[in-house]
């Protein structure tokens, strides 16, 4: 079992920053992949960023790279993702998952945390 909690949320205006962080405890050794993901009233679960607590390159959405950066800290089991410049179609909860592998699709992330509210004004 892996338990994830998300803070950081809030609202801001356009063109504003946030720093979402992802605490993670359990099993993490075993699903070493964190990911971002986000949903919109209406939309569909949608990805934004991931990165695997070993190492390697993290993986962005085409719409935030540039704006967004996710990291990690192995130490205190947590990952961040910093967004910069932020738009009012970034707006929607986003959710911090735990999985095996680093991939897009949401389907393979096993553990998922309960979200938080990202709003941004124009």
């Known amino acids: 079992q892996v338990q994830l909690v998300e803070s950081g949320g809030g609202l801001v205006q356009a063109g504003g920053s946030l720093r979402l962080s992802c605490a993670a405890s359990?099993?993490?050794?075993?699903?070493?992949?964190m990911g971002w993901f986000r949903q919109a009233p209406g939309k569909e679960r949608d990805f934004v960023a991931a990165?695997?607590?070993?190492?390697?390159?993290?993986d962005y959405k085409d719409s935030v790279k540039g704006r967004f950066t996710i990291s990690r800290d192995n130490a205190k089991n947590t990952v961040y993702l910093q967004m910069n410049s932020l738009r009012p179609e970034d707006t929607a909860v986003y959710f911090c998952?735990?999985?095996?592998?680093?991939?897009?699709?949401?389907?393979?992330?096993?553990?998922w945390g309960q979200g938080t509210q990202v709003t941004v004004s124009s």
């Open positions: 359990g099993r993490t050794f075993s699903n070493p992949v």
């Open positions: 990165i695997n607590w070993r190492g390697g390159s993290p």
């Open positions: 998952a735990a999985g095996r592998v680093l991939t897009s699709y949401h389907a393979p992330y096993d553990y």
